[in-house]
């Protein structure tokens, strides 16, 4: 049987280019470049319009990416389109044309719903991380009020510069229509070199706002500049001089934030963004002597340690003391009251009695104050904590009422977001962490809040980011229940830095806590010997957590604070079996609260009395 002649190469060349001018005429024949050409220049002159329509109106940043994907999707559509219509010029589709541009949507819908989404979760994790978008655009309607530089001769007035600023920062804050960066992600960039337009970039804002403040004898002096960052350019400065007075100060303040919002609506009026007006800043006190020393404790309170705590106490006692009537007086006492003895201070009595009197007496010289309602919702948690009467559905309501005094309340919202992670309801903990984010990108506790939710609920891999983003900053809370899932992934060097952030002064109980996590051969001896290493007065919660790790569960009811964060820990499963955990659950009346209000969902009613939370 002879083989079939071999296809000389020649022939395949001749083919070859047959086909392509074949090709080419059936493409002219149904002008399909014309179609493609007039398609693409339509849709380059809309995404252009989109751009300038989106940065006038401020529109997100994934909107524009969407439309973007959409006019590329249309493309092969037009393709199809011209195929079938180029030619034969009339208006009527085949069913082969419909299954074509079907599959074509089909395909693109997918590919545009796949790259949204995974857009959009990196943008939330940068968002939670504290990071801005590459590339945002930042709303024409945006500031940022820097610290205030203190120019005083001898350099220890900060606390003031500091409290004129905020109180600038306050009034725009409340501006409606106006994006205002929080005072802990602004007051970050003190005493940087970093210039003005990478602070607006890294803060998300157009402009920035920065000023200095004098104080000499009787007199103050007070300048302020507003720039322009996509320009560095100076929009406005000004600066105050006047008689050291609390209706002085107050008033330089008001003229400021009233400048500040002109300037910006004269700069943004045509892209057609509505900025209300600054409410009237009210001076609590005529005293200045008094409202220093509300400056001094605030100032404490914010950067909050064991020993600032207490002076703050002292300092805002004697301002209330010289002026009872100081409504703002009384809510920084009452914030740093019901705080203190979960900080470990023990100078009186009953700091949660004091702390809700002191809200009190704040909300009925002004019912608008906003964080004496939050002290009074935390206060009702803390009580429960301490055994004490308290009460859930109390807490929560007062603290929602803080949230509708001031939607911007970062502290409300963390508090809030707290009550529900300790109640066991992680979906709405995990809400309040991330608006309380949005309202104070800085604001790590708050991060660590979300990282700690996100671990409890199975969701790890967040959980770890956003635990590194607040370690990368060197923030230490509750870093003791990230240990198990280093060491489950057999990130020993992780580890070792988890657990030295909460027991690096403690070497030896490091030590032990390691090889409790990384060791076989550590035994029950081992945990004996480590036990006593733990000092559950210095620091309850690594206590709570040492005792944790070395499965010495009975000891953590005696130290379990404002927080039961361990309850909720899921990485030991005779943890979650044993009946300490039970026990604690049933200490902070848990049941009690959702039987009222429902059950979380990994809790579930036994019967009319009992329990289970697997």
Known sequence: MSEPPATKPADAALRAPGLLRIVWVHIKEHKMVQWTLAYLAV?????????????????????????????????????????????????????????????????????????????????????????ESPGAVAPAASIAVLPFADLSQTGDQAYFSDGVAEEILDDLAHVSGLKVASRTSSFQFRNTDIGIPEIARKLGVRHILEGSVRKSGDTVRISAQLIDAASDQHLWSQTFERPLTTANLFGIQDEIATDIVQQLTSAIGSAGVAVGKPALPQADTASLDVYDLYL?????????????????????????????????????????????????????????????????????????????????????????ALGQ???????????????????????????????????????????????????????????????????????????????????????????????????????????????????????????????????????????????????????PEAAMGG????????????????SVVVVWSRSDPEWLKSAVRKSVIERWRMPEYWRAQGFPPQCKPVGRTDFACP
Not at 332 to 340: E, F, H, N, R, T
């Open 43 to 131: 849709a380059y002159t809309l995404l252009h319009g989109a751009e300038l329509l989106g940065n006038s109106l401020s529109w997100p940043h994934w909107a524009l990416r969407v439309f973007t994907l959409v006019l590329i999707l249309g493309v092969p559509i037009m393709v199809t389109l011209a195929w079938f219509h180029g030619a034969r010029g009339h208006g009527r589709m085949s069913a082969t044309e419909i299954v074509v541009i079907a599959i074509l949507l089909a395909l693109g819908g997918v590919l545009i719903w796949r790259d949204t989404t995974t857009h959009r979760a990196a943008e939330a994790e940068r968002a939670a991380a504290g990071e």
């Open 296 to 384: 001094k404790g605030h100032a404490l309170f914010l950067a909050r340690t064991k020993p600032n705590l207490s002076e703050a106490a002292r300092l805002l006692r004697a301002a209330v003391d010289q002026d009872p009537k100081f409504a703002r007086a009384w809510e920084s006492l009452a914030a740093v009251l019901v705080i203190s003895q979960f900080w470990g201070l023990t100078e009186q009595e009953n700091y949660l009695r004091s702390a809700i009197q002191a809200a009190d007496q704040a909300l009925r010289l002004d019912p608008g104050l906003s964080l004496a309602y939050a002290v009074r919702g935390i206060a009702q948690a803390n009580l429960i």
């Open 389 to 539: 009467q308290g009460s859930w559905q109390e807490a929560l309501a007062q603290l929602s009422e803080a949230l509708t005094r001031d939607p911007r309340n970062a502290t409300a919202y963390l508090w809030r977001a707290g009550t529900w992670f300790n109640l066991g309801y992680l979906d709405r903990a995990r809400q309040d962490a991330e608006r309380c984010l949005d309202a104070d990108a800085a604001y790590e506790l708050c991060r660590r809040t979300l990282a700690l939710v996100e671990l409890c609920a199975g969701r790890t891999d967040a959980a770890l980011r956003l635990y590194e983003a607040g370690m990368a900053r060197g923030y230490v809370n509750a870093d003791v229940y990230f240990a198990p899932v280093a060491a489950a992934r057999g990130d020993r060097l992780g580890l070792l830095g988890i657990l030295s952030q909460q027991y690096r002064a403690k070497p030896q109980l490091l030590q032990s806590l390691y090889r409790s996590l990384t060791d076989p051969a550590f035994g029950p001896q081992d945990r004996k010997d480590a036990l006593p290493l733990i000092d559950r007065h210095d620091d």
């Open 547 to 562: 005792y944790w790790l070395l499965k010495a569960y009975d000891q953590i009811p005696a130290v379990v604070n404002d």
